[in-house]
């Protein structure tokens, strides 16, 4: 099984004052895209922003999913001056259709209308793509220590503890299955189980809160969760894979403009001295 998907980054160059909002940049790059991408093309919008509705599975896979994450957090209360150069990342969940045209066009349009709170003018300069293939098979050996960092504010929705490793599991299970091919065949059940025995051994994390405005309806959303870091001990090989390939997708809530994005680092035994190097298999063509 594979996680297959389209990594493309878009270069800039500001024309006037740019300014992306504290923990929103996502958040603004996605309502832009959104609506400048409704009137170039319809299709592509339909078939990114209304995905068909699940008829069966696990509760986590029944919503629609965006078919696009942002990748934007480095630009999060930056002010770009004219003249800077800026980039963020698009990751696009639909390897079957060639992307990158109609991507450029929306992003060159909205360049010109206007980014970020401040409606900045921007010229495109650079946009290139690379296909992603993310192994979803578990390593041969044994992973009994593993890192998670909440690198953007995550929100779990959970029955028990949100910050467990079960509810993280699940979130990533869930999301990932979404996008992989072939769609996956297991045991959700067992899965649950085996997830249930994971100890958390360290927990570093904080609560992040913030609102964001719709465009659409003038309602207020909120939009927050926790950022920080956890370490987890059990036996992970399992799991691994799919966290692995978690890393491009998001967990949890808001994934489509950069929330729930988490990094994950294999830690040595305690009678180790050296961490092992990444996780899984990554392919870029």
Same mark, same amino acid.
């Given at each position: ?118 409606? #900045? +003018? ?6 290139? $793509? ?7 098979? =578990?390593?041969?050996? &044994? !992973? ?107 967990? #949890? +809530? ?6 729930? $994005? ?7 035994? =305690?009678?180790?001295? &050296? !961490? ?10």
């Amino acid at each position: 099984m594979w996680l297959e998907f389209l990594r493309v980054r878009l270069a800039f160059i500001a024309a006037e004052p740019i300014l992306f909002p504290r923990g929103k940049p996502g958040n603004v790059l996605r309502g832009g895209f959104g609506s400048v991408l409704h009137t170039i093309d319809r299709d592509a919008y339909a078939s990114l922003y209304e995905p068909p509705r699940a008829l069966s599975g696990p509760s986590g896979l029944r919503d629609p999913a965006r078919r696009f994450v942002f990748r934007a957090a480095h630009l999060d209360s930056r002010r770009i001056a004219p003249g800077e150069s800026f980039h963020f990342d698009l990751h696009l969940f639909d390897a079957r259709r060639e992307w990158l045209d109609v991507v450029k066009a929306a992003f060159d349009r909205l360049g010109q209308e206007g980014i970020g709170a401040s409606r #900045g +003018r921007a010229h495109l300069t650079e946009a290139s $793509q690379e296909l992603m293939r993310i192994s979803l098979d =578990p390593p041969a050996e &044994s !992973v009994p220590h593993l890192s998670v960092e909440f690198v953007t504010p995550t929100e779990l929705k959970s029955r028990g503890e949100p910050n467990g490793f079960a509810a993280l599991f699940a979130r990533a299970r869930d999301r990932v299955s979404l996008f992989a091919s072939p769609p996956p065949e297991i045991d959700y059940r067992r899965l649950g189980e085996e997830a249930r025995k994971i100890a958390m051994t360290r927990c570093d994390l904080r609560q992040v809160h913030a609102m964001r405005r719709s465009a659409r309806t003038g309602e207020r959303h909120p939009l927050g969760g926790f950022t920080g870091t956890a370490q987890y001990e059990g036996e992970l090989r399992e799991f691994l894979p799919w966290l692995d390939a978690a890393q491009y997708t998001g967990v #949890g +809530r808001h994934t489509a403009w950069g929330q729930g $994005q988490i990094r994950i680092q294999r830690l040595p035994h =305690p009678a180790d001295d &050296s !961490v092992s190097d990444g996780p899984s298999k990554r392919e870029g063509r």
